[in-house]
């Protein structure tokens, strides 16, 4: 029997998590949200983790922290929020042998191989086996505070699993025909950019602007979802459109043919905005076949990313992280 403690760090919400290994599978004990602004340093975090959990340090043989942006060996910073976080000594002086820190939507890609995984939903046709090509790697994308992307690749040979992390959600994002280009006129001008990447428009404050150019309404995304994200609006129509296309260029860029997990908060709470016609039509409107081949998932539990942080403490435990 072991313990991993893990903390999943978004701009908005920090969400800790105590497991537990039982003959090296995982069991969720324990999971508490937090505000992320009531998190001002690693410290803090660590007597949040250590509070929230009730826990002590000598109980754990494993600590990952999740960050929502740039990872740098033991150390992370948010990049909608001005938390960083410094594993480098701060776990070892309080007896905790083991520390990572990896980027969140790397946690999101470790959870596809979890329970959490096998239980999504999923939004795609059924594939007939024979049609299916299976490399074993798995995509991962979620838009909510901001928009993250990630790849899983699995070595079929040993089992061993790399993620790999991206900064997709800062490319430029892709707009079609004359109503969205002039969108994205309006999107320059609102956030004061040459180029409008795929964060401004697939995120919660994406999700306002579009509101507001559509219905003239200035809303925050939460109220936003109840009032056009179920039920048949424009801001509907265009932000499953745009997130299908997201999809698809995700699933053409990484050759993800195990499968790809939509995450993140907007879907769970909202999940019309990829499971509606509009988002199906838009996927599916590419001449590559391989999109119709690959498996698309909606990960409906919100503490994902506690789970895959776990399964890389899992690994680190293992010696393969």
Not at 252 to 268: D, N
Request: with cysteine; net charge neutral.
């Amino acid at each position: 029997m072991g313990c991993i403690l893990v903390a999943d760090i978004g701009g908005t919400n920090c969400r800790l998590a105590r497991f537990s290994l039982d003959d090296g599978s995982l069991a969720l004990d324990r999971a508490v949200w937090i505000s992320t602004k009531d998190v001002a340093d690693t410290q803090t975090l660590l007597a949040a983790m250590f509070r929230e959990l009730d826990t002590i340090p000598a109980m754990a043989d494993a600590l990952v922290a999740a960050v929502a942006g740039s990872v740098a060996g033991h150390r992370g910073k948010l990049t909608n929020a001005a938390l960083q976080v410094d594993l480098t000594d701060a776990a070892a002086r309080q007896g905790i042998a083991r520390a990572l820190v990896i980027n969140d939507f790397a946690a999101q890609a470790y959870a596809c191989v979890t329970e959490i995984g096998r239980k999504a939903r999923r939004i795609t046709p059924r594939i007939p086996p024979k049609q299916r090509k299976n490399t074993g790697h798995c995509g991962v994308i979620g838009a909510g505070t901001g928009l993250g992307m990630a790849l899983l690749l699995r070595d079929k040979r040993h089992g061993a699993l790399t993620p790999v992390s991206s900064e997709g959600g800062h490319a430029g994002f892709p707009f079609v025909g004359e109503e969205e280009h002039a969108f994205h006129e309006f999107v320059r001008r609102e956030r004061g950019c040459d180029f409008a990447r795929a964060e401004d428009i697939l995120s919660g404050r994406g999700l306002a602007l579009l509101h507001r150019y559509l219905a003239g309404e200035s809303l925050g995304a939460r109220e936003i979802g109840k009032r056009a994200l179920r039920s048949d609006t424009p801001t509907l129509r265009w932000f499953s459109r745009f997130y299908a296309r997201a999809c698809r260029n995700w699933i053409l860029t990484t050759l993800c043919t195990e499968g790809l997990w939509i995450a993140g908060g907007i879907a769970a709470g909202d999940p019309l905005c990829v499971t509606s016609g509009y988002f199906l039509r838009e996927l599916y409107a590419s001449e590559q076949t391989l999109i119709s081949e690959v498996p698309v998932y909606l990960i409906e539990d919100r503490n994902s990313g506690l789970w895959g942080a776990a399964r890389a403490g899992l690994d680190l435990l293992e010696g393969s992280a």
